[in-house]
């Protein structure tokens, strides 16, 4: 289970990418803070792929179950016109 970053946090990982490009940082917390973050960001971020991948792979099944209900009706709409 990946633990969320606190409220004040969130956005950390995003700011340090920045400032990363800008300077160095010069409080040892925020370092570490920073490095404690990246591997739950990292997970969070394959958790989400793997949910839209799930997603995509439910979305397609739905849409082939309607297709066949569609031949399914069709199948029986003939049967009962002959």
Known sequence: M???LPPKLQH???MLSIEGRC???ADGRVRR???EAIP???KSVGADR???QIRREL???EQENQDL???LALLEAQKDAA
């Open 2 to 4: 990946t633990t969320a």
């Open 12 to 14: 950390l990982p995003k």
């Open 23 to 25: 300077h160095p940082l």
């Open 33 to 35: 803070i920073a490095e």
């Open 40 to 42: 739950q960001v990292q």
């Open 50 to 52: 793997t949910l839209q």
């Open 59 to 61: 979305d397609q099944m």
């Open 69 to 71: 209900k569609s031949c």
